[in-house]
Structures are given as structure tokens and as C-alpha cells.
């Protein structure tokens, strides 16, 4: 959350040591104008009250970092790729390859990130890049880096990325050949972390364990041919970074479209709107105020230089809508009693549920962030401790709507103690897309927050215990 | 290299659609041209010519990453807080600490970079960084990672670092308590690196082997006390990312000063300039093109911003040369003949020595990179291979200029070549600072280039072997 209010707008302009806030504001406002009513449509049609503190400035938060998100549309690699050519010999007297004639350059594990066209989601990107020099010049090795992301800042399928990578590369250097692969990981839906959760599985989860993940490579010239030589080499140098490009390619399922929202028979009947299990939930409700966040959707599409019309954005509002109605306010209250607990008995046996999986959306920004709820408590000797799957729904419950992380926490703990009378510690880990895909991109961080109620508040043994519980699994 | 030419200064002010490459050229002219002129000064003394094509714009370009990487010096932290402090109800009912009013907040595993105030050299930091919320209101996640970034983009060293970090969030947010733990990794010297590395290790090296490595940490409010509850959790925290806080700070060496430049009689002196075993190779050189350099870095750290008198900048342009001139331009050429080899025997019996050390400087942008060379060839049987130590001084000898890994690739090849007969292979790869460190900011990434002479150019087969062999070895 926080990623790109106005402070961090202004601040990357003064970074430059340039006051141009004012001619900023001018320009920027027509599609950040457009993107931000759409939000407040879509607010609304989430059953927000889009002037509550949170969300007050969410609309302009979300246009700006989906502007920035898709800032690629006004970059294009020419631009990029001039001034950063330099000469570079090849061998002077022997015979082989080597240097800026023929000596294979390749760059490695760039992390970028993604915006997936079929349903707005951002997804993650390991980029490894190759080509083969010619006529004795060489391109700046960042160059590799930034062109690929002129293209990663749009929305992509995985396979039109790499396409894209690789041809703006080849026109850009002309170089002898161009390779690309392209790891990718795409966020699973709630409906579908809850089913795969294993119901016993108290194990650590990796942090992208549970996501789609596809491998797509790309490649021109001499590189072209993926059963030649120059490939082989290609591949052997990601084999050194622990990539497995045969391996992985014959782990991907061909007949199977990667984005969790749109299942095979969209792919094959390309514009009609998709038949998901997922819809019934949203198409039980009445259809005009679904109807008009979906045409909000269109106009943000359009807002960022997108044709809303191109076959494979048909179906991407519908799709956009149908995830984000999954976090749709509800006024209902959880209320829970169970058999045999109470704040009467006495409470002395320490017991803990670990890594509940997680998937909740942040109300400053509208991107999913996800990860593992630990929930430890005291029960009563000889009483059935509160079940597992009690507790995911719990979690489910409170991570189906606008949250910050803080705030889950605080629910999560507050309803588990009305069951079990008031001894309860809740940790919460989570990876915040919009800290690693936007903004700041801090791939790989990771926030915890801790609520303690009851004893846990003020017994730091208790706490401990906990603690060290957690530890100790996910040393495991 | 290549990370910041003009074409991505410009880039990054039209992401936000805004023209304003004039005004920003005038505004930026004044530090900026101080810069250049002081790295036309440093290639000079480096006895390079600034005019030949790869180095042509490094004065622009150093003194546009710089400038970048030292931006925090005209940014504060009330700006980017302010507006990202959302209400957050505590507890209702209940005992404890939890949401607004007493629930940690801590965000792990954040990758930042800064620059050592003792030699200019950037270093490579993972922040960790907590609060209690208090008064029912929480900051924008990503806030915290933006206030540890702009004191990271000042000349630091790294309990300072922590210190502003901890006093600017509490100043800021005014949260009952703040903590921050930030591990440190200090590039080497190329000396160390070449005499610390194993002679006959084949093994695979971490990335961040060898790097001089720091725990620091600071803390205040009711984390103020480390011996105290809250301290405790947040240990806990980050605990379950595998960072063991008081492991590390064991490990840490007290009277150590951690930049390898700035050896302990200086730390205890103060301002004297150091004696150091690495000052002979300088100061056997005439004195005026060094102090010619000095003065020169001195009005960098002026241009930055920073008082060059400061303290702890004493003797950093004294550092900065001494470190810079270990690439200085040298006109020998390297000619070896080794008994019993050349090309009329028959070489028919493949060898290899992987993972040695290499250290060189990006011509570029005048910053570090670092990684190994794996050399592959065909020798006659019955013949004593070529020693380790050997091809070590060649990679030394050819890291020790201003290079790009392309040329270099290809200049160890000939060399080796040149002794071997004809058929040899290498494969360097390597981090760049420049890539990691400013500009695109891409950790992780790491490059690799390939030179193949001789049979090895033409016989795929022996290709694969030398590459498998890596492959084998970097597994294992």
C-alpha cells in the first residue's frame, strides 16, 4: 500500500532537481482524470463509500500507478537502444568467436513485472536475455534490461512479451541473433488458493508456491533455430543460474491458458464472455451496476492507450470485475459459538495453527496481497481445539474484502478470541503485490504483523512460545 | 554499463508524459558540469584518452548516476509521509495490542543501495525495518521503505544509516517505537579478492562471497530497549526469514572498520591520511596527477551536496584515488611462453579451471564488476597443464583497466590462446555494480559472455563438454 500517492509522484520529479509540479499537474490530468472516475465506479459498485479516509485517495493512487504501470506505451526502444552501441573489436588474428563479432552476450535473471491482458492482475517476470554481436559493436548491458521493460509495461500475454522482447531487440541492435526467456508467475484466484490448501498442511509455503507459472522463450536470426548450436549455448549459460529450459518447457500443459481467469474455452472462442464457475457469485446480483463497472474498466483500457476492442481484451473487463466482486463489502457479521469454550474454563494448553493461506486485496492501491496467518491460542484441557478449516474460513472471511494488513490481523484476532475467550496471537506474513509490482518494486519483501490479545499482550513467555513455534516450522 | 545515458534520464521524465527535457537541461547543468569535469580529471590520471568512443560520455553518464545515487540529500521525509497516514482502529473490546494502537508492523528483506562515505564505493543493503503503531493511525507500507531509501542515497556508513533511518521514521510517524536491522555487504579490493581466493578451488562462489559483511541496528521508543518484549518479537520476525540478529552481530568484529579502504589506524586517527600496504603502488607515482584527482573527487562530493570537510570525508578522495588507480592504464603487453606447449603438438585431451576470481571496472560508469572466469582448453598429453596461478594473473592483469566484460572476454582468450596454441574457450560472468546500484536497480541479475577459439568455435561438441563441465561444477 502507499506506493504512489503524490509524494512519491513529486519526489521522483524533484529527485532531478527540477520544480516542474505545476506544468506536471496540467499535463497529467486528462487519462489520470478518466482512470480515476473509473475507480470511484468501481468503488462503488464494491459496495464502498469511496470517501472513507482509506480509500479517499485510492482513485488517484490506482491511476497513477497504472499509469506508471503502462508506461511502456510511450517508450519505444529506438530512443533506448541510441547512444548506448559502442565498438567493440572481435579477435584480431585467431579463428572463433569473441568480443563485439560473434561472442554470445547474455544477461541473466532480470526481475520485471507485468500486467496480464485477459484480466489486469500484474504478474512476475524472471527475464534472461541473449544475442550475438555483430559488425564489432556491442550494446550497453542495461540496455538489455530497460528494452525488455518497455514492453514488460504493457499489457502482456507471456508469449507476446517474449515476441516483442526479442524483435525490438533484433531490429534495435541488429545483432546477429537475439534469445529470450521469460519465467512467469501469475496470481492464482482466492476461490483457488482456499481449494489447494492442503487441510492439514501446517508446513511453510514457499512464497510463490500456488501460482501458474508458465516458461516461454523467443528468438531470431542465428539464435532462431532452438535446435542449433548457438541456442544450445544460450541454454547452457541459464543452466549456470539453475534455469532448466527443456525441463521446465515440458512441465508447461499446452491446451492450458495460463491466466487463472480465463479457462480454455474462452481461449478457443476467442470474444464470447467466459463460462467460469467463478461467474454464478457475480451474476446473481443485478446486472446494471456490473454493467457499468465493466464499461469503467473499458475506459481505463483506453485511458492508458489500450484498444479495448483488440480480440484478446475483449473478455478482460468482464474478467477484471468478476475478481475484483470477490472482495465485494458485505455487512455481515461472523458469529461463531462453539460447543465446550468459554471464558470460564480454564485455559492452559498452548496450541497453534500455521501458514492458513491468505489472499486479500489492499484498499489503497486494488492489488492483491498475499501470504500465511499463524494463529496461536490457549484452550482447555480435554476439549477438541477449534478446527483447522474453522480458521481458514475465518481467514477467507476477513481477506474477501478492502483490507490493509494491519486491520486482518486485528479482525482475524478479535473473532477467533469471541470463540475462544480471549487468549489469542495472530501473525500474519504477506507479500504486497503493489510493494513489488509498482512503485518502489521491492521484489522479494515481505511484510509481518503481529496482533496480541488477552494473555499474549502481556505474558512475553507466552508470546515466545508462539513465536518459536513458527520459527521452528518454517526452519522446517 | 549503460545504466543512465541521457536517453534514460530523458526516459524517466516522459514516463509521467511530461516534456520538460529543456528546463531540466538547464537546471541540471551546474552540478552536473562540475561532476564531468572532475571525471574528465579522474580518466586522465587513469592515463586514459576521454575522447576514444567507449568513454566519451562516462563523465556525463558518472555524474548522472550519481547524482541519482545521492538524491536523498534533496529529499525529506516529512514529504513522503505526509498523506499516507490512514486511521486504523485498535482493539474494541478485548485486552492487547493489535491494528492501530500497539499491533508491530515490520516489512522484511528490503533491497536498498547506498555509497561508503569512506571510499565511494556503493554497498549493498537488505533493510529491516518495525513500528508500533499508536494514536489509531498507520503509515502506507511502503512509506518505510522510501524513508530508509532517501538516507540511503546519501554517502553513509551503515550505523549512521540505521541511525537516520530510525530517527527520521519516529520523527516522522511518531509511532510509540521504531526498529531497524540492516545487513551490509562492502565490496572487497581487488587485492583481497585475488589473494584471499583459494589457489586451487574449482568450486562455485556465491555471489556475495568474500564481500565484507555488517549487522547493524537501531532502535527507539518502546523498541528502544533490546533486551526488552518488543525488541524480542521483532527479532522474531525477521527470524523467520532467516535472519538471525544476534548470530550476525557476534560475528561483527568490533574494532573493525568494515570498509576494506579504510583500515583500523585510520578509524582511530581520524583525519590523517592512511597508511595503508595498498598506498606504495600510488605514491611511487609523481604526486601532482593524484592531487590533481583528490581535489577533483573533493568537488564531486562538493557538487553532491556534502561537505567534503566533514569528518568522516577527510580521507575519502585520498580512498577513492588509491582504489581507482588499481585500473589504471598500463602499456605493457603480457607475453608468456610455457615449456612444452604450442601448437604443433597434438592437443587432444580437454582441461579446465573454473571459478576464478575476477574483479574489473566498468568503463562505463567507473563502477566495480565482479564475478568468476571459467577457461576451457585442449592441451597435449603427457604435458603439464597450465597452472591456476597463472591464468589467475592473466584475469587479474586484464580485470585490472578500465574494461567491458566483452573485451575482456575475448582479450583473456587471446592471451591464453596465444600460450595454448589456438583452441581455448572462456566464459566469464559477472554482477555489475552499475546495474544493481543505480539506474535500472536490477539485483541478482548477472551477465555472462562467451569467447570460443579455434576447434572450440567450430565443434559443438567440445563446446558442450567445457559447458557441461560448469554446468557440473556450479551444481555440485
Known sequence: MGALD??????????????????????????????????????????????????????????????????????????????ALFPEAGLDKAVGLAGGAGGLVVVRDLNLFSICESCLLPFQVKCHVGYVPSEERVVGLSKLSRVADVFAKRLQSPQRLADEVCSGLQNGIRPDGVAVVLQCWHIHSPEAELNSASPNSNSSKHDMEGWEKILVSSSSGILGNQNGDFWADFVSLLKFRGVDVEKARNQTLINHHWCPYRPLDVVCNGHSAPKNPLTHRVSCKTESPLLAMQNAVSMMIQSLGEDPSRKELAGTPHRFVQWLMNYKKCDLEMNMKMNGFGSVHVQDEFRSELNIQLQSLCEHHLLPFHGVVHVGYFHSKGVEPIKRSVLQSIVHFFGCKLQVQERLSRQIAETVSSILGGDVM????????????????????????????????NDPKAKAVFLNSISNATAA
Open 426 to 457: 495472530v501473525v500474519v506474513e504477506a507479500n504486497h503485490i503493489c510493494m513489488i509490482s509498482r512503485g518502489i518494486e521491492k521484489v522479494g519483501s515481505s511484510t509481518a504483523t503481529i496482533a496480541a490479545l488477552g494473555r499474549f499482550s
Open 6 to 83: 503524490e509524494g512519491h509522484f513529486n519526489g521522483e520529479l524533484k529527485d532531478n532537481g527540477v520544480k516542474i509540479n505545476k506544468c506536471f499537474k496540467e499535463e497529467e490530468s486528462e487519462s489520470i482524470r478518466n482512470i480515476k472516475e473509473a475507480v470511484k465506479v468501481l468503488l462503488q459498485g464494491l459496495g464502498e463509500d469511496s470517501n472513507r479516509e482509506g480509500l479517499k485517495k485510492t482513485p488517484l493512487r490506482v491511476a497513477k500507478a497504472l499509469t506508471e504501470g503502462t508506461r511502456g506505451y510511450k517508450q519505444n526502444v529506438k530512443d533506448i537502444v541510441q547512444g
